[in-house]
């Protein structure tokens, strides 16, 4: 069982057969799907699902808290279920590629306070960029 069932049970959350396979496609390390790409592969699992329900789903999870909406240079937006793991993302600038990274130390502490124009910080969001092994190899 996936972390983001067990935490949708937890809530209480209504798992129909098509919100399951939903959570299912998202369970894993490192899951950054566009909604296209959770629609086929839950499609795969379960051939009657929408895509209108896929879309729905995924809008819920994150009204919820329990997904993260992640953009990336007018890219499509993706979908992290790493929602309650603190982190950032590594992406590619070539092919969009997106990994989960802890870097070490309180990221919030890294602003100094001449730089903070009197904002009281409560998160951090870091996006390193690079190519990853495939496109780098590629040229």
Known sequence: MSDLLE???SRGWRLTAQRRVVAEVLDG?????????????????????????VYNTLGELV?????LEVSTDGRAKRYDPNAHHAHQHLVCSRCGTIRD???????????????????????????????????????
């Open 7 to 9: 935490r949708l049970r």
């Open 29 to 53: 390390d490192h899951v950054h799907y566009t909604a296209d790409e959770v629609h086929a592969k839950a499609a795969l699992l379960l051939p009657e699902i929408s895509r209108a329900t």
């Open 63 to 67: 009204s919820l808290g329990e997904v």
């Open 101 to 139: 990274v802890h870097p070490a130390g309180d990221l919030l502490a890294g602003l100094p306070a001449e730089e903070r124009f009197g904002f009281r910080l409560s998160a951090v969001e870091v996006t390193y960029r690079g190519l990853c092994p495939e496109c780098a190899t590629a040229g």
